[in-house]
């Protein structure tokens, strides 16, 4: 059973910094390209950042390049978010979610909340 | 302020057909298939429907996507209790170079 397991979120000051992890299982983790989506709650989702099955390609949306870095540890099965500058409006839901060789999000984790706030 | 565009709102009673819309552009649902995807209250988003118009194994066949130049439609059939739930479509967009979704449309059955 294929599972995505996020953890690392919490309440931040604006500014500050957050790293979220996604452990998975149940598939070979490197057969796959990974992304973050996130969600206000009660809103739309959003596309954070992708990468490859081997870390040579990634992807960032506009309002997140320079302060995020997504990352992967294909050894650990593991999928990595770093958000520096963190602001208001990256207060959200942050799901770690596997990219099907279609290119849509056939499996999702629960989500990890994040919330930014003084 | 989402790329694709949905109605916020939609709703049948058991039994009926309801379709729901997605507006988009050339850069993404002109140029690119559609996925949607299934949230039911208090849970994560579940792949519903594919390249535009495939199932998942297990998605019921009551559940059908189309596509016609920039806009594409989720239409379910013989509506359940169980399919209320908000629905969001995504694509690829070209000029973005990265995926986007619509606001979302939450289904009342």
């Known amino acids: 059973e294929v599972q995505l397991v996020e953890s690392g979120g919490g309440v931040v000051r604006p500014g500050g910094s957050l790293r979220l992890s996604c452990a998975a299982s149940?598939?070979?983790?490197?057969?796959?390209?990974m992304s973050w989506v996130r969600q206000v709650p009660g809103k739309g989702l959003e596309w954070v950042s992708a990468?490859?099955?081997?870390?040579?390609?990634?992807g960032y949306a506009g309002s997140v390049k320079g302060r995020f870095t997504i990352s992967r540890d294909n050894a650990e099965n593991s999928l990595f978010l770093q958000m520096n500058s963190l602001r208001a409006e990256d207060t959200a839901l942050y799901y770690c979610?596997?990219?099907?060789?279609?290119?849509?999000?056939?499996?999702w984790g629960q989500g990890t909340l994040v919330t930014v706030s003084s | 302020q989402s790329v694709l565009t949905q109605p916020p709102s939609a709703s049948g009673t058991p039994g009926q057909r309801v379709t729901i819309s997605c507006s988009g552009s050339s850069s993404n649902i002109g140029s690119n298939p559609v996925n949607w995807y299934q949230q039911l209250p208090g849970t994560a988003p579940k792949l519903l429907i594919y390249s535009t118009t495939q199932r998942p194994s297990g998605v019921p066949d009551r559940f059908s996507g189309s596509k016609s130049g920039t806009s594409a439609s989720l239409a379910i059939s013989g509506l359940q209790s169980e399919d209320e739930a908000d629905y969001f479509c995504g694509a690829w967009d070209d000029s973005l170079n990265g995926p986007v979704f619509g606001g979302g449309t939450k289904l009342t059955v």
């Open positions: 979610a596997r990219a099907s060789y279609s290119g849509s999000y056939d499996y």
């Open positions: 990468i490859n099955w081997n870390d040579v390609s990634r």
């Open positions: 149940g598939f070979t983790f490197d057969d796959y390209g």
